[in-house]
């Protein structure tokens, strides 16, 4: 799979999680978290051209997608994540909630999805 392909493979599956745990479908939700993570691992194994490239999940027109990317990428690009997940954070649901949590976990130090 290239690089882009495995964007595309992260984008897709966050979105498919997201959609599954509102029918609640959580067996499924938990397939496609799979299925995202490991996407994200081989991007992480191309080092930063692989993380560079999920940067443009960033600007996704889907608020659950950014918040996966910048919750993966706060090490990388700190300050872009940062401001995805405050505005998030703004909202309501389920992505409100997880980029909630990811600042916490991220001001706290227990942030740990993309340890240097």
Known sequence: MTIEELVEE?????????DAIFRG????????ADRYIAA?????SAGDAGRDALAVLL???RMDVR???AACLLRHRTAESKAV?????????LAAFEA??????WENGTWALDPA
Not at 10 to 18: G, H, L, M, P
Not at 25 to 32: L, N, P, R, V
Not at 100 to 105: D, G, H, S, T
């Open 85 to 93: 997940l405050e505005a998030a954070a703004k909202g309501e649901g």
């Open 59 to 61: 600007e996704h027109p």
């Open 25 to 32: 479908d959580t067996s499924t939700g938990d397939e496609h």
């Open 100 to 105: 909630a949590q990811v600042l916490k976990n």
């Open 40 to 44: 994200f691992k081989k991007l992480r």
């Open 67 to 69: 918040v996966g990317a």
């Open 10 to 18: 992260f984008a897709r599956n966050v979105a498919a999680q997201t």
